[in-house]
């Protein structure tokens, strides 16, 4: 099968390298004209991957018409570049005559509306395209080591949704499927949030018995908020909720949770970004977030008080004095 991979970062290489693996032909596309000579050149790409040699069966493009005859395309953009890519696609291929199918690997909102990343598309794309959402606890190196990986595979369909898994699984990586679409995708964007406010608490040097406590009362609240807005409680209990919000919450490899870290120590949001050199989505969906809760008259206190410490309305010790002030009912 020939698979187009738009985003060349750490997770959108290794995943294209994954499939190219697997005897698929892989185009991965890059903004980066330096980035896919590169790849090309080398089978590497240093900036995100270090030093590990990629499959022969992976190339990478600069130019985006390149990808005009795929049909399968797999997004592992920030969610800030769906917008614009969607835009690229749209003036590139004819979508009501030709159906493509598209996997998400976003994990974030599109819009300030709240849109997943499926939900999004299939408005601008058309209805007539499937979507699927590819989710679960996994970092890309583990991936590019291939040392044991599991994820869900969303899509509305559940045997299509078996078909996609069958497609990525791999005697290291397990895929379940399910038909919990936008279930699937809003536990991808809301635990970066979570993960944050966990880097807080382990940037105030709080411990481990705090950040736990953290991460069950992040569980109850991805919850409320995931069946609030039309998810499934199943999905939040499974690898695509807790599964990775309790990698991303606990590790240092995780970007939302560094930057946390660096937030509980009282640096300001353009000083993290600035230093990490990188995406924090947790810092622009948990904006997008408590829109949401409150829209929908849903309590998300960790997600309300992370809002005023991120704003600079709150400290990082007032936040924790907060929460932990808050009256106390039944579990």
């Given at each position: 099968?020939?698979?187009?991979?738009?985003?060349?970062?750490a997770?959108?290489?290794?995943?294209?390298?994954?499939?190219?693996?697997?005897?698929?032909?892989?185009?991965?596309?890059?903004?980066?004209?330096?980035?896919?000579?590169?790849?090309?050149?080398?089978?590497?790409?240093?900036?995100?991957?270090?030093?590990?040699?990629?499959?022969d069966?992976l190339?990478?493009?600069?130019?985006?018409?390149?990808?005009?005859?795929?049909?399968?395309?797999?997004?592992?953009?920030?969610?800030?570049?769906?917008?614009?890519?969607?835009?690229?696609?749209?003036?590139?291929?004819?979508?009501?005559?030709?159906?493509?199918n598209?996997?998400?690997?976003?994990?974030?909102?599109?819009?300030?509306?709240?849109?997943?990343?499926?939900?999004?598309?299939?408005?601008?794309?058309?209805?007539?395209?499937?979507?699927?959402?590819?989710?679960?606890?996994?970092?890309?190196?583990?991936?590019?080591?291939?040392?044991?990986v599991?994820?869900?595979?969303?899509?509305?369909?559940?045997?299509?949704?078996?078909?996609?898994?069958?497609?990525?699984?791999?005697?290291?990586?397990?895929?379940?499927?399910?038909?919990?679409?936008?279930?699937?995708?809003?536990?991808?964007?809301?635990?970066?949030?979570?993960?944050?406010?966990?880097?807080?608490?382990?940037?105030?040097?709080?411990?481990?018995?705090?950040?736990?406590?953290?991460?069950?009362?992040?569980?109850?609240?991805?919850?409320?908020?995931?069946t609030?807005?039309?998810?499934?409680?199943?999905?939040?209990?499974?690898?695509?909720?807790?599964?990775d919000?309790?990698?991303?919450?606990?590790?240092?490899?995780?970007?939302n949770h560094?930057?946390?870290?660096?937030?509980?120590?009282?640096?300001?949001?353009?000083?993290?970004?600035?230093?990490?050199?990188?995406?924090?989505?947790?810092?622009?969906?948990?904006?997008?977030?408590?829109?949401?809760?409150?829209?929908?008259?849903?309590?998300?206190p960790?997600?309300?008080?992370?809002?005023h410490?991120?704003?600079?309305?709150?400290?990082?010790?007032?936040?924790?004095?907060a929460?932990?002030?808050?009256?106390?009912?039944?579990e």
């Amino acid at each position: 099968m020939e698979i187009a991979v738009l985003g060349l970062g750490a997770w959108g290489t290794a995943f294209a390298n994954h499939l190219a693996l697997k005897g698929h032909k892989v185009l991965g596309w890059t903004h980066s004209q330096e980035q896919a000579q590169i790849i090309n050149s080398s089978k590497k790409n240093p900036a995100y991957c270090g030093e590990i040699s990629l499959s022969d069966n992976l190339s990478a493009t600069s130019d985006f018409t390149s990808l005009k005859e795929h049909k399968f395309f797999v997004v592992a953009l920030p969610s800030s570049a769906i917008g614009e890519v969607s835009q690229n696609l749209l003036s590139l291929i004819d979508f009501s005559t030709k159906k493509v199918n598209i996997i998400s690997l976003t994990k974030g909102f599109v819009n300030e509306e709240g849109e997943s990343v499926a939900t999004f598309l299939n408005r601008i794309l058309g209805s007539s395209h499937t979507f699927f959402a590819v989710s679960g606890p996994s970092f890309a190196h583990d991936l590019l080591r291939k040392t044991p990986v599991l994820l869900t595979c969303a899509g509305k369909d559940n045997q299509e949704a078996l078909n996609i898994s069958q497609l990525v699984a791999s005697e290291n990586v397990r895929v379940y499927p399910s038909s919990d679409l936008l279930g699937v995708e809003l536990c991808g964007a809301l635990k970066n949030v979570l993960a944050l406010a966990c880097g807080v608490s382990d940037g105030l040097g709080l411990g481990d018995s705090a950040r736990a406590a953290l991460i069950t009362r992040g569980v109850a609240e991805l919850n409320r908020l995931v069946t609030g807005l039309g998810g499934e409680s199943r999905t939040v209990y499974g690898l695509a909720g807790i599964g990775d919000l309790i990698l991303t919450s606990s590790s240092y490899l995780s970007r939302n949770h560094r930057a946390g870290i660096l937030l509980g120590k009282g640096n300001k949001v353009e000083a993290i970004i600035k230093e990490l050199h990188s995406t924090i989505e947790g810092f622009r969906t948990s904006k997008i977030a408590l829109k949401l809760a409150n829209k929908n008259n849903i309590q998300a206190p960790i997600i309300e008080h992370l809002n005023h410490l991120i704003s600079g309305g709150k400290s990082a010790l007032d936040l924790v004095s907060a929460l932990l002030s808050r009256p106390v009912k039944n579990e």
